[in-house]
């Protein structure tokens, strides 16, 4: 199987796996996607810096409603392979405030990108990604201008292979996997392991700069 096809075959099981959890995601998400606002917070920039902010996995937007909240000169881009997501995501926004909204998966096809993104946000859309989840933090450190920097939330690990053959089951890969690659490519700004539900899992926060 080529990469192409490895990575229209990964994107056709999260389409079908989204057709439905677009529905009931954001009255379910927020009992166990954790960090996200927090990771926002993390951003290194003021309040009324222009900077481009590129979301990979924007879902119904959640995350990007809340950029737009802290940084009033945030140019927004928000990327998803489900168009379900992406159609709850849209009708957050009015026409005025000019959000870019792609459906597709993230790849070297976005060449315009080239070195000259400010910010590339992964909300726990890595560890879905599965096997392709480091070829997009290379493809991250690609389109990012010397000085932008990456933002990860993400899960981590579990001590319970229960959880984990749970979360498998949801197409998501918890083996601790993301942060060493994110070290090897970006230096750490934030570096963060956490708890969730007493340590039934852990989950990340990472923001790297492109140096």
Same mark, same amino acid.
């Given at each position: 199987?080529?990469?192409q096809?490895?990575?229209?075959?990964?994107? $056709?099981?999260?389409?079908?796996?989204?057709a439905?959890q677009s529905?009931?995601?954001?009255?379910?998400?927020?009992?166990?996607?954790?960090?996200?606002?927090?990771?926002?917070?993390?951003l290194?920039y003021?309040?009324?810096?222009p900077f481009?902010?590129?979301? +990979?996995?924007?879902?119904t937007?959640?995350?990007?409603?809340?950029a737009k909240r802290?940084?009033?000169?945030v140019k927004l881009t928000?990327m !998803?392979v @489900?168009? !379900?997501?992406?159609?709850?995501a849209?009708?957050r926004?009015?026409?005025?405030q000019?959000?870019?909204?792609?459906?597709?998966p993230?790849?070297?096809n976005?060449?315009?990108?080239t070195?000259?993104?400010d910010?590339?946000?992964? @909300?726990?859309?890595l560890t879905?990604i599965? /096997?392709?989840?480091e070829?997009?933090?290379?493809?991250?450190?690609? !389109?990012?201008?010397?000085?932008?920097?990456?933002a990860?939330?993400d899960?981590? !690990? @579990? /001590?319970? /292979?229960?959880?984990?053959k749970?979360?498998?089951g949801h197409?998501? $890969?918890?083996?601790?996997?993301?942060?060493p +690659?994110?070290?090897d490519?970006?230096? /750490?700004? $934030? $570096?963060e392991?956490r708890?969730a539900?007493?340590?039934?899992?852990?989950?990340?926060?990472?923001?790297?700069?492109?140096?």
């Amino acid at each position: 199987m080529t990469n192409q096809e490895a990575h229209q075959q990964q994107a $056709k099981r999260i389409q079908q796996y989204y057709a439905f959890q677009s529905r009931i995601y954001d009255l379910t998400r927020w009992s166990f996607l954790f960090g996200r606002s927090a990771i926002l917070n993390e951003l290194p920039y003021e309040y009324e810096e222009p900077f481009h902010l590129l979301e +990979v996995g924007c879902g119904t937007g959640h995350n990007l409603v809340r950029a737009k909240r802290l940084f009033a000169e945030v140019k927004l881009t928000g990327m !998803d392979v @489900s168009a !379900d997501m992406l159609a709850k995501a849209k009708s957050r926004f009015s026409a005025s405030q000019e959000v870019v909204f792609l459906e597709q998966p993230y790849g070297d096809n976005c060449y315009t990108w080239t070195g000259k993104l400010d910010a590339i946000l992964f @909300s726990y859309a890595l560890t879905m990604i599965n /096997p392709q989840w480091e070829t997009l933090i290379h493809q991250a450190y690609k !389109d990012l201008r010397p000085g932008g920097y990456i933002a990860v939330v993400d899960f981590h !690990d @579990s /001590p319970w /292979p229960f959880f984990k053959k749970h979360m498998a089951g949801h197409h998501v $890969k918890m083996d601790s996997h993301l942060l060493p +690659v994110l070290k090897d490519n970006f230096y /750490p700004i $934030k $570096k963060e392991v956490r708890n969730a539900y007493f340590g039934i899992w852990k989950y990340l926060l990472f923001i790297g700069k492109k140096v």
